[in-house]
């Protein structure tokens, strides 16, 4: 059973780079594409991006330049970088497996509040 | 961007009634070269992350129940749950896979009545 755990600071800077990690268990990393999705308190889902383990990225447009994703095969993990973040950023962060029709592993979540 | 519209909000469904969640997608998510409907639904209860039920618009995962149904195609999708059991109040999400950014609609909230 594939599960996936995401890791970082939970209160970042306005200003500052939120740092994310996902760590994947159960399977290899290797051979798909991992996105990052978040969702406001109360609020809806919101497709941040997504890394094929080769290392190709697709960014939502809307936060294209302030994301970077990157992966390591060798940790089975992969990373996001939020940069310039403001108060509009606070949100649950998931990192999950993507298929080629959705979106099946899901981490728990992690909260990160963006504030001073 | 494809945009995503689901109706209702929110629904509030008699215990083993029939729900009826709509989606409806800015353009068509039909993949024409193996006519698949790029449209997945997924289940979020309080708490978790969501959850896939239903892709390709109409394949339900692996050990969904089979009261949950979706249909549609082109541009107009609906998700049934046939008897409504009380673990399924939850929100609702349907989600467009066939372009970059990978939109999902607002959510649909669905609630016991």
């Known amino acids: 059973q594939v599960q996936l755990q995401e890791s970082g600071p939970g209160l970042v800077k306005p200003s500052e780079t939120l740092s994310l990690t996902c760590t994947v268990s159960g399977g290899s990393i290797s051979g798909y594409f991992w996105n990052w999705i978040r969702q406001p308190a109360g609020k809806g889902l919101e497709w941040i991006g997504r890394i094929y383990t080769g290392g190709s990225t697709n960014y939502n447009p809307s936060l294209k330049s302030r994301v970077t994703m990157s992966v390591d095969t060798s940790k089975n993990q992969f990373s996001l970088k939020l940069s310039s973040v403001t108060a509009a950023d606070t949100a649950t962060y998931y990192c999950?497996?993507?298929?080629?029709?959705?979106?099946?592993?899901w981490g728990q979540g992690t909260l990160v509040t963006v504030s001073s | 961007d494809i945009v995503m519209t689901q109706s209702p909000d929110s629904l509030a469904v008699s215990l083993g009634e029939r729900a009826t969640i709509n989606c409806k997608s800015s353009?068509?998510?039909?993949?024409?070269?193996?006519?698949?409907?790029?449209l997945t639904w997924y289940q979020q209860k309080p708490g978790q992350p969501p959850k896939l039920l239903i892709y390709w618009a109409s394949t339900r995962e692996s050990g969904v129940p089979d009261r949950f149904s979706g249909s549609g195609s082109g541009t107009d999708f609906t998700l049934t749950i046939s008897r409504l059991q009380a673990e399924d109040v939850a929100v609702y999400y349907c989600q467009q896979y066939y372009n970059s950014p990978y939109t999902f609609g607002q959510g649909t909230k669905l609630e016991i009545k």
């Open positions: 353009q068509s998510v039909l993949y024409s070269s193996n006519n698949k409907n790029y």
């Open positions: 999950a497996r993507a298929l080629e029709y959705g979106t099946d592993y």
